[in-house]
Structures are given as structure tokens and as C-alpha cells.
């Protein structure tokens, strides 16, 4: 099978000029003005912007979590990321405590693997580092080209590992080629808060941000970020908020050692007056929690100075009946909230429309960063002869509204409702196979692969 796409504006992190691609089977053969090829397929993208398939790496799908699970599955999730322009997603396998790290990845691939509608890989989240657990890294590496491990320093008791734990992983992982993730904030201060609000009566949503504060992520962020430039490791912070964790990125950078960053679509658009809406609040109740105006300006500078080199999601969605379980007590709200089918239309909308960043800032957090970083660069996050053809067409001027009762995501609300969006996903190509068309899906559950990643060359 193959497919002319004619006439679009290819954008790329460092390009942006019009050109016919021509796809044959599930690669790019070919990219030029005026093709003189045979397709089976030809389509005109004149008039449209053409970018490569959006990945984002920090979702959780079918995820267990306080006492429920994520609504969205594989099949649900990465059909709905499609819809947005997204094709990969990488998602995060949990280690029980006292379990193996292979235990783990097995449960997971038990509910991913012949159920995803878009491509998917993982990150493997280190909960219990032993001799045992030691011993896994390099087959994850090596044999599962599961390449990034996360790690956490909150949720105490259940996800949190201490510092010690930290080095030992730090250094394993960069003996084989590696990287660590981390969800920086200070569990221990973060339990005390909520214990001190708890014993004082202060149950609602607002007081899980006011349990959050700043000082809890960029006291974390520092103290991981110092850790990994001790040994040397390739490092990442997930899902920064504030401007004090991302300070403490330049500063680290200052010392001429480097830890990639980065924030989500959410702390780019909304702030922490949402917790003020009673237990309407709820809906925005996620880890780390939603911040200030002032963040917003830091973070979007951020990205234009190259501090933060990736926008994800963090996309973990309870349904509405879910998040009713915090009604009486905020520390039992499950913490998450739906944006994987959104991302890239917001931010288009709110960076490229308004002028904060160029579309070759978009494409570089939106996909490339995220393929160089983790492994699948020049596979994935690129237009480009021999990559897979992974391709979204866009219409830049097309204005919608976002709301619950017409997303694909598996929620019955939206973090966004009524919210006015500048640019719309068309046409979303995912290995050379059209999977969505003028909002209608062509690919369905199991057409979806899991991509293997090779160890990190930044």
C-alpha cells in the first residue's frame, strides 16, 4: 500500500517548507516537490501543516491507584491520543514492592500487549531497588529495550524510595546506557502537611495543593538533579510545575552538567485557582498539583530557552464516581486528570497561535525531543526518508471547543470544557496506515505496536 501526500508545509524542530511525501508501506521512500511516483493513494494536504505523529511520554493507562484503576485502557487511551495527532505513548510499568521488576512488566503487557490502537512503549518505575532488582536492569535494557526507569520520591510507603536506594539505581542504569526519570516532590513533607490538615479538618480539594507547595518540588527537583550529576547518569525530571524546580535546572546547568526536563500541557494553561471551585475541584486534584500565573511564564520560558525540552500529559483519568471517593477527605481523591487527546491542539493553540513559541519549538516538545531522549530517533519524531511515517496533517486555522461530550477519552468531563482551541487535527498517519480521517478512526484495537528503544545518545 502506498500514499502521496501532496503540497503540505512540512514542519520539522528544525525545518519548514512544502514538499510531497510519498509513503510505501509503513515508512517514508520518499520526500520532494512534485513526485512523479505511482500511489495507491493520493491526498492534498495544500493549505495544511504537516507534522511528525506527536509523542508523548508520560501517560497511564488501565494504571492501579488508590484502591481503583485509571477509565482509560489501551485501547481507549491510544485511540483518543490518535485523535489528537498523538501515535506513541510511553507508559509506566509499577514494581510492587517485594516483587520483581519482570513480575511487573509482565502484569502490565498483560493488559497493553493485542489491545492498543496507537504505538506504545514503556518506562519501568522502580519502587523497591535491591541485589535482585540490580540484577534486571540490563535484560530490561538489552532485551526489552525498556531504556528509562522511573523513580519516585513521594508517596511514601507505597512508591517513595529513599536516596540510598537512588544512587545504587543511578549508577546501574548508566553502567548499561540507561536514563532515570523522577516524580520530584519531598513525600516526607508532603505527608506531614496532609496529616496536619487532616487533623485539623481541612478536607478539601484546595488542601491538597496547599499540601504541595513549591518548596516540596524544587527541593526535590535540586536534590535529585545534584544526585544524578554525582554519578553521571542520564537524568529526567517528569511533569515539572514551578518556577523553583526549573530553577534548579539552570542552576545545575550553570555547573555545566545537564538534566532534561519536563512539564505538562496542564501547569501551561491552568493555575490553582480551580481548587477554590469546592469539591468541583476535585477534577484538577493531581501530583504534583496545578500552580501559580507566575509559573505559567516561567514554564513557557522555559521552553523557549530550551531548560524544559518536552510537553507531555501525565493523562490518568478517573471518571467522575471515582473521584467521589475524596468527597469527605482530599488525601483519598485519586490524583490525575484526562488531556491525552488534547495536548497538541492546546498547545498549538495557546504557544504557536499566541505567538509564544515557533512551530519549530512545537514539533521539537511535542515529538522529536521525546524520540531523541528516550531511544527511537530517527524510527520516530521525524519526516523523514526511512522513518516510520508517522505523519499528522493540521489545519491551522480551524477553531473548535473542547468538551466531554465530544472527546474520545474514556471520562465523563473534561479538564478543558468549553475552552476555545486555534488548530485541528485532520488526518493522522500512523505507520504509512491512515488512523484518523475527519474525525473518524480506521485502525482499531491491536494495530497499535510496542517499539523497542535503544539507550539514549543525550
Known amino acids: 500500500m502506498s500514499t502521496i501526500i501532496r503540497n503540505g508545509r512540512i514542519i520539522g524542530a528544525s525545518e519548514d517548507y512544502i514538499a510531497d511525501i510519498f509513503v510505501e508501506g509503513e515508512k517514508i521512500s520518499a520526500i520532494g516537490k512534485n513526485l512523479q511516483v505511482a500511489a495507491d493513494h493520493e491526498i492534498n494536504a495544500e493549505g495544511l501543516l504537516v507534522f511528525p505523529g506527536g509523542i508523548d511520554p508520560h501517560v497511564h493507562l488501565d494504571m492501579p491507584f488508590m484502591g481503583t484503576f485509571s477509565s482509560d485502557n489501551y485501547e481507549t487511551g491510544t485511540r483518543a491520543a490518535l485523535y489528537g495527532g498523538t501515535t506513541m505513548v510511553i507508559d509506566f510499568v509499577l514494581q510492587t514492592q ?43 535494557i538489552e532485551k526489552e529495550g525498556i ?96 518556577e523553583g524546580a526549573l530553577n534548579q535546572i539552570r542552576r545545575i546547568g550553570s555547573e555545566n552538567k545537564f538534566v532534561h526536563a519536563e512539564t505538562c500541557i496542564q501547569y501551561l ?42 510537553v507531555a500529559t501525565d493523562h490518568c483519568p ?22 491525552i487527546e488534547h495536548r497538541m491542539e492546546l498547545l498549538y493553540s495557546e504557544g504557536v497561535a499566541k505567538g509564544r513559541i515557533s512551530l519549530q519549538k512545537f ?18 519524531g521525524i519526516i523523514a526518508v526511512g522513518s516510520d511515517a508517522d505523519i499528522v496533517l493540521f489545519d491551522p486555522n480551524e477553531k473548535h471547543v473542547i ?40 485502525v482499531g484495537k491491536g494495530y497499535g505496536r510496542f517499539v523497542r528503544r535503544n539507550p539514549s545518545k543525550n
Open 98 to 140: 517485594g516483587k520483581s521488576l519482570a513480575s511487573a512488566l509482565q502484569e502490565w503487557r498483560g493488559r497493553s500487549d493485542g489491545n492498543c490502537v496507537g504505538d506504545y512503549s514503556f518506562h519501568v518505575a522502580v519502587t523497591d531497588f535491591n541485589e535482585h532488582t540490580k540484577s534486571e536492569i540490563r535484560d530490561l
Open 318 to 339: 478517573f471518571k467522575w464516581e471515582q473521584k467521589l471517593m475524596g468527597e469527605k477527605d482530599f488525601s483519598k481523591i485519586p490524583n490525575g486528570h484526562p488531556a
Open 147 to 242: 531504556t528509562s526507569f522511573k523513580t519516585f520520591m513521594a508517596y511514601k510507603g507505597a512508591l517513595m524510595i529513599d536516596d540510598r536506594q537512588m544512587i545504587g539505581l543511578m549508577q546501574e542504569v548508566k553502567k548499561h546506557g540507561g536514563l532515570v526519570t523522577v516524580h520530584a516532590t519531598n513525600g516526607d513533607m508532603i505527608d506531614y502537611l496532609i496529616a496536619k490538615f487532616r487533623a485539623e479538618g481541612k478536607l478539601s480539594p484546595l488542601y491538597h495543593y496547599l499540601s504541595q507547595p513549591e518548596v516540596t518540588e524544587s527541593e526535590a527537583t535540586g536534590r535529585f538533579a545534584d544526585l544524578a550529576a554525582y554519578t553521571g547518569v542520564n537524568a529526567y525530571v517528569v511533569h515539572m510545575t514551578c
Open 403 to 442: 468538551s466531554a461530550s465530544s472527546h474520545h477519552m474514556n471520562v465523563d468531563y473534561s479538564a478543558y470544557e468549553g475552552v476555545e482551541v486555534t488548530g485541528k487535527v485532520k488526518t493522522v498517519f500512523l505507520r504509512g496506515k491512515v488512523a484518523i480521517h475527519n474525525n473518524e478512526v480506521r
Open 363 to 380: 514539533v521539537e516538545v511535542n515529538s522529536t525531543n521525546a524520540a531523541k531522549i528516550f531511544g527511537m530517533f530517527p524510527q520516530k
Open 269 to 310: 494553561m491552568l493555575d490553582a485557582s480551580l481548587y477554590e471551585r469546592d469539591f468541583e475541584g476535585a477534577k484538577w486534584v493531581m501530583s504534583p498539583p496545578l500552580r501559580e500565573k507566575k509559573d505559567q511564564s516561567a514554564l513557557w520560558a522555559g521552553i523557549q530557552q530550551g531548560a524544559v525540552q518536552v
